[in-house]
C-alpha cells in the first residue's frame, strides 16, 4: 500500500486552503397576469476544503428581486 508524505510546511499552507470554488448567477425574467414585470437575480457559491483530514463543504446563496426605479 502507497502512502502520501506531504512536508509539515506544505501541510499547513493547504489546511483550510479551498481547493474548489465556483460561483453561478442567473437572472429571472417573468411576466404575471396583469402583464407586469417580474426580474430577480439569484447567485450561489460553493467551497470545498480539506479540515483535519475531513472534507468541509460550504454553500451560500442569494436571491434579490430587481425593481425599476420610478422617476
Do not use: Y
Not at 414585470?37 to 472534507?55: A, Y
Amino acid at each position: 500500500m502507497k502512502t502520501q508524505t506531504t512536508s509539515t510546511a506544505r501541510r499547513q499552507q493547504l489546511l483550510g486552503t479551498p481547493f474548489h470554488t465556483s460561483t453561478r448567477s442567473a437572472l429571472s425574467i417573468n411576466i404575471d397576469e396583469a402583464g407586469k414585470t417580474n426580474r430577480s437575480l439569484r447567485t450561489s457559491t460553493l467551497e470545498l476544503r480539506w479540515i483535519g483530514g475531513e472534507i468541509d463543504i460550504r454553500c451560500r446563496a442569494s436571491e434579490v428581486q430587481l425593481v425599476k426605479a420610478s422617476r
